[in-house]
């Protein structure tokens, strides 16, 4: 079965980067069909969809946000990434990590989610 | 980015039937090479979404067959038969772009009355 697991601090302050690890447990990164995936879900909101990245390396970000956002990914330790430069409180939401099998809308196994606090 | 609009709520009674629209601009759902890459997730409060339907009309492995998808034109819908209690979630569609990018709709909040 596998698992994701979302880790990082919950209070950033206004202007840094945000950064956050998922944990991939019960499968490999490394295996090629699958996209590691980052979604975020403003308070009250509906979900936003941050960037993937390929087990090869290959990434696409939210054109919204492509300024600011780098995933990347680490087979060895199966962990994939996220950076999310120069926050503001705008970026103040749950963060998910998040499997996508096939076309990289399908996102079948997600992690429970952390709450991010962008805040002095 | 193309937008994908959905209705902000739904509702109906145990038993009964409702469905739930995803209409596309652009590209996505409304766009002729994306036709098929249609993603439905559930939603409980404080949970992680949960993938109810791949690729317009496919349900995961084990997942209730209550549940169906389909598409006509550039409108996308999920239909909840024999509507029970638990299905009270916000429901949303997500597609995937001429940019090889994803996008989701606002979102459905189904009471079950």
């Known amino acids: 079965q596998v698992q994701l697991q979302e880790s990082g601090p919950g209070l950033v302050k206004p202007s840094q980067t945000l950064s956050l690890t998922c944990t991939v447990s019960?499968?490999?990164?490394?295996?090629?069909?699958?996209?590691w995936s980052w979604i975020r879900q403003h308070p009250g909101k509906g979900l936003e969809w941050i960037g993937y990245i390929y087990y090869s390396g290959s990434t696409y970000y939210n054109p919204s946000l492509k300024s600011r956002v780098t995933i990347s990914v680490d087979t060895s330790k199966t962990q994939f990434s996220l950076k999310l430069s120069s926050v503001t409180a705008a970026d103040t939401a749950v963060y998910y990590c998040?499997?996508?099998?096939?076309?990289?809308?399908?996102?079948?196994?997600w992690g429970q989610g952390t709450l991010v606090t962008v805040s002095s | 980015q193309s937008a994908l609009t959905q209705p902000a709520s739904v509702s109906g009674s145990p038993g009964q039937s409702i469905t739930i629209s995803c209409t596309g601009t652009?590209?996505?759902?409304?766009?002729?090479?994306?036709?098929?890459?249609v993603s439905w997730y559930q939603q409980h409060p404080g949970k992680a979404p949960k993938l109810m339907i791949f690729?317009?009309?496919h349900r995961p492995s084990g997942l209730s067959n209550r549940f169906s998808g389909s598409k006509s034109g550039n409108t996308a819908s999920l239909t909840i038969s024999g509507l029970q209690a638990e299905d009270e979630a916000d429901y949303y569609c997500s597609s995937y772009t001429s940019s090889s990018t994803v996008v989701f709709g606002g979102g459905t909040k189904l009471t079950v009355l």
């Open positions: 690729d317009v009309s």
């Open positions: 652009s590209s996505g759902v409304g766009g002729y090479n994306y036709v098929n890459y």
């Open positions: 998040a499997r996508a099998f096939g076309v990289v809308t399908n996102f079948d196994y």
């Open positions: 019960g499968g490999s990164i490394s295996s090629g069909g699958y996209y």
